[in-house]
Each structure stands twice: as C-alpha cells, then as structure tokens.
C-alpha cells in the first residue's frame, strides 16, 4: 500500500432545490405513484432551474469537494467531468467548470460514458496519478437529464433527475484507495437508449424537431437485462483483480436507475445485509445517470460511519452500452 496508490480525498454532491414528486407527475402523464414506486422504487427527483446548467451544478458540488479535500482551487492540476447532458457540444463542460471555479489554466476535457462515466472518469483519475501525471484530478459528474427527457413520454419522464457528484484523486496517505477498476462496453447495442438527434448522423433540423428526436430514447425492458448481467459481471471482475471474494465487501452502491435492478444485483451478494447495499438515491433523485453513483459514495460516507480498511464496491452500467466497477477502500 505505497504512497502512490490513487485515492479519493475530498468528495461532494450538489442537487437542485425543486423537487418533482410522483404526484407531480400524475398530474403531466397517465401515471400513478404507485406504478411508479413499485416498478422502479422511486418517489422523487430533482430538476434544475432554468438558468442553472451543467456546469452550474458541477462547480457547486466540485467547490464541496475541493474543500472536503482540504485543498483549494489552486491545487487542482486537471479537470474530468463526466456528462452525457453538457452545456454545448462544444466547448466541454470541463472548460466551463475550471472558469466557474476560477481554477488555474489546467488540461480540462469531458468523458462520455453515459452513466458508467463516474467510474470511466476513476478509472482515467487513477492513471492519471499513479503514474505521476498530475497530482490533484478533479473529477465532476453532473447531469441536466430534463433538458433532454421528453415530459409527454411516460416511459421515460418519470425515471430521470438532475444533480451533480465531485471528487478529488490525489495520492495522499488516507481517503478511499481505488484497488481495482473494471470497464467495459458494447456498441453492438448502442440503438437500446440514445439521444437520436443532433449529433453528425441527424443535425438539428426542423424534421428532428417535429419528430422529437431531441429527447432520450429507450429500450427500458432490454436494457434491464444487460443492466442486471453487466454490472454483476464488472462487479465480479474488479474483485478478482484486486485479489478478493464477495465476503471482503462491506458497502454495495449499484448504478441508481432502478431499485429492482439494485435488488437483483444485491440477490449475487448474499452475505450483505440488506442497509449495507445503498439506495437511497434512486428514491429521492431518480435516475441521474453519471451522478448516480458519485452522490450516492459522498451521502454513503456523510450517513454511515465507514471503518478503516471497510470496502465499497460500486457498480454502474449505462447508454453505449458501457458499464463498470471499482473497489474502494477506506484507508
Ligand atoms: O440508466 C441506465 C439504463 N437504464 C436502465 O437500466 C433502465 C432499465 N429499465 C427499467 O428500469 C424498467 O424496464 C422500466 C422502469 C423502464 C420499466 O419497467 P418495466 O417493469 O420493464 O415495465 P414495462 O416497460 O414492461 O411496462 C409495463 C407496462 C406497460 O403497459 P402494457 O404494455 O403492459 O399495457 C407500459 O406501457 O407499464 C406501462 N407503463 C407505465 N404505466 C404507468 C410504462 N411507463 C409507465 C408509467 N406509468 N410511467
């Protein structure tokens, strides 16, 4: 356990005040809070004000953990954010952010992996500091889902929030050790849950307009599946390549889209006790895609007191298809 290993040592989240509850969705769609709450456990979630973007939120929850992390803005040598939801195309929300937050004139780029992009984003920050690259990575998760869900879409409109998730990777002596991280991806089922239009294969038209291709579409059956078989298998892998059994895991934190999918995925490891697999943020956030599993790890470590040497697998699976897992360690 050298000093270089890559570690989390400050985190933070940010989510929007308004509050869209099932109730509140009844009254936009043909649903009811009880098909709500049953097929995906969710009760509310959270929608970003009008004027408050992407980068908004990600500077809110990126200040959080910078300070969590008993640094300042100063200190951080690079900038990933993770978004399928950026303020433009171009230039990258990242940018947007090291000028929200006044940091210094460092490399700043995005990551696109849907909702595995939290863990993708670990994966870089980890490389990125164990081979002495840059000290400091900041990495931000930050979702405006509602700009891209279409409200009249029951299927969909009822499963996506807002909000944002920051940490900071460094190799100082305490914090989460990352221990191992496994990714993987299958374009071969990229047409299950995509935003169609506005990228180079239809540009925004008065045709993509009036067709609604600007908004998310998905094959939520199918996916559910792949979600389900995806994330035990990167769970399973990353414990294999940091050397452990399902017994040396403490905390499970499976991608926040569905409580069924969490329950399914907390069935494969049978000797945690049921508070020890986190889904809170499923019921109070919904879906929030690359968030997900960031603001679930920072309210995990601010609700629940987590030991030295206790282990926290996440696990997250999303749009590409991309998934992921990693194990993190209280050190
Ligand atoms: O973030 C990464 C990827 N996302 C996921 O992993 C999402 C994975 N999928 C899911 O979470 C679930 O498949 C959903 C929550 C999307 C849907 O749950 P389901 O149990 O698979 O429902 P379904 O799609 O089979 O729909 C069942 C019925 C349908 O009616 P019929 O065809 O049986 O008459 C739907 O039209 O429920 C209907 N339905 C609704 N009813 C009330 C669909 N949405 C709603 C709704 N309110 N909001």
Redesign the pocket.
């Known amino acids: 356990m050298g000093l270089n290993k890559a570690k989390i040592i400050g985190m933070g989240s940010y989510l929007p005040e308004k509050v869209l509850s099932n109730k509140d969705l009844e009254k936009i ?4 809070d009880e ?2 709450v049953t ?2 456990g969710m009760k509310e979630r959270r929608i970003a004000g009008k004027n408050e973007y992407t980068s908004d939120m990600g500077a809110k929850a990126a200040l959080k953990a910078i300070e969590d992390a008993k640094l300042s803005v100063g200190d951080i040598d690079c900038i990933l954010v993770a978004t399928l939801t950026p303020d433009y195309t171009f230039p990258s929300t990242a940018c947007l952010i090291q000028k929200k937050i006044g940091a210094g004139m460092v490399p700043a780029l995005d990551i696109q992996a ?2 595995s992009g939290y863990i993708y984003g670990l994966s870089i920050a980890k490389a990125f500091v164990e081979q002495n690259i840059y000290r400091n990575v900041l990495l931000v998760a930050s979702e405006k889902l509602s700009s891209i869900v279409n409200y009249k879409d ?2 969909t409109c ?2 996506f929030g807002d909000g944002a998730a920051a940490s900071v990777i460094s190799s100082s002596p305490s914090g989460f050790s990352i221990e191992s991280i496994s990714l993987g991806s299958d374009g071969f089922q990229a047409d299950l ?1 995509q935003l169609p239009a506005g990228g180079s294969v239809h540009p925004a038209s008065f045709e993509t307009v009036a067709k609604e291709m600007h908004y998310i579409s ?1 094959n ?2 199918e ?2 599946k792949h ?1 389900v078989r995806r994330m035990e298998q990167a769970s399973k892998a990353c414990l294999e390549k940091a050397n452990m059994k399902e017994t040396d895991i403490s905390w499970l934190i499976p ?1 926040q ?2 409580e ?2 969490i329950d399914a995925i907390a069935k494969r490891f049978q000797h945690l006790l049921k508070e020890k697999v986190y889904k809170e943020v499923v019921r109070k956030y919904g ?1 929030t ?1 690359a968030s997900s599993v960031g603001i679930a790890l920072d309210e995990l470590k601010k609700n629940q007191k987590i030991c030295l040497n206790e282990t926290v697998l996440l696990t997250a ?3 590409g298809l991309t998934w992921g897992g990693t194990i993190l360690k209280s050190v």
């Open positions: 769609v043909e649903t009811t098909w709500i097929r995906t849907a909702c029951r299927t009822v499963l849950l998905m939520g059956k996916l559910f979600a991608h889209a569905n069924r999918i879906n895609s699976f999303g749009a």
